[in-house]
């Protein structure tokens, strides 16, 4: 009774150590395949949250370019132009325009470079292929508008081909944020911008009453 039961020429205890040898083995790897998921997901995270950022950084120069480019077609009217005084008002808005632009991009290089990279993060981030789309197409939209706006391209030879009201843009980044949320999988419920404008008038001021 003090002997091992032999199996051939394994005992049992050989054959339980290799079971439990095994298994752990099993656990170890199963272990190392969910770090690394973990950490793929974390990346990808972060990386979206990057967009995110980016995001919210375009819908605020958005607002400067677009009005600015729309300065940028009066002053390229050929009518208006042969008023001196029109045409020197106008001048004087578009610089101002200008200025409160840079303010808050910074620089011309600050915005193409958060251009280029939002474009790289989309490609290699968003799985969502519609989304993706989404966000390079928008990308270029602006890009091609920074482009004029900031006297890289005249407007004769503007590669713009169209150009969104504010409150539709804002429509649209708002839509796109929600996907973006979506896509790093944090949050099933998200509050729509209809909601959240009824919130906003119904229930946040009575926070403050």
């Given at each position: 009774?003090?002997?091992?039961?032999?199996?051939?020429?394994?005992?049992?205890?050989?054959?339980?150590?290799?079971?439990?040898?095994?298994?752990?083995?099993?656990?170890?790897?199963?272990?190392?395949?969910?770090?690394?998921?973990?950490?793929?997901?974390?990346?990808?995270?972060?990386?979206?949250?990057?967009?995110?950022?980016?995001?919210?950084?375009?819908?605020?120069?958005?607002?400067?370019?677009?009005?600015?480019?729309?300065?940028?077609e009066i002053?390229?009217?050929?009518?208006?132009?042969?008023?001196?005084?029109?045409?020197?008002?106008?001048?004087?808005?578009?610089?101002?325009?200008?200025?409160?632009?840079?303010?808050?991009?910074?620089?011309?290089?600050?915005?193409?470079?958060?251009?280029?990279?939002?474009?790289?993060?989309?490609?290699?981030?968003?799985?969502?292929?519609?989304l993706a789309?989404?966000?390079e197409a928008?990308?270029?939209?602006?890009?091609?508008?920074?482009?004029?706006?900031?006297?890289?391209?005249?407007?004769?030879?503007?590669?713009?081909?169209?150009?969104?009201?504010?409150?539709?843009?804002?429509?649209?980044?708002?839509?796109?944020?929600?996907?973006?949320?979506?896509?790093?999988?944090?949050?099933?419920?998200?509050?729509?911008?209809?909601?959240?404008?009824?919130?906003?008038?119904?229930?946040?001021?009575?926070?403050?009453?």
């Amino acid at each position: 009774m003090g002997e091992y039961i032999r199996v051939g020429e394994i005992t049992l205890f050989n054959i339980l150590t290799m079971t439990f040898s095994t298994i752990a083995i099993l656990i170890s790897l199963y272990s190392i395949y969910r770090n690394n998921r973990n950490q793929e997901r974390q990346l990808k995270i972060g990386k979206i949250e990057e967009v995110l950022e980016i995001h919210h950084y375009l819908h605020e120069a958005y607002l400067g370019l677009y009005h600015c480019y729309l300065t940028l077609e009066i002053l390229e009217d050929e009518i208006l132009r042969q008023d001196d005084e029109t045409y020197k008002y106008n001048t004087m808005v578009l610089a101002r325009q200008r200025e409160l632009l840079l303010g808050h991009i910074k620089s011309d290089d600050e915005l193409f470079r958060k251009l280029i990279r939002l474009d790289v993060l989309a490609s290699a981030y968003i799985v969502n292929d519609d989304l993706a789309r989404k966000v390079e197409a928008n990308g270029t939209m602006i890009m091609k508008t920074a482009a004029v706006v900031l006297g890289r391209v005249s407007l004769e030879n503007s590669a713009v081909d169209f150009l969104p009201n504010l409150e539709k843009f804002g429509d649209f980044m708002y839509r796109v944020e929600l996907e973006l949320v979506r896509e790093m999988g944090l949050k099933t419920k998200l509050l729509t911008r209809e909601k959240f404008k009824i919130y906003q008038a119904k229930k946040f001021k009575k926070e403050f009453e």
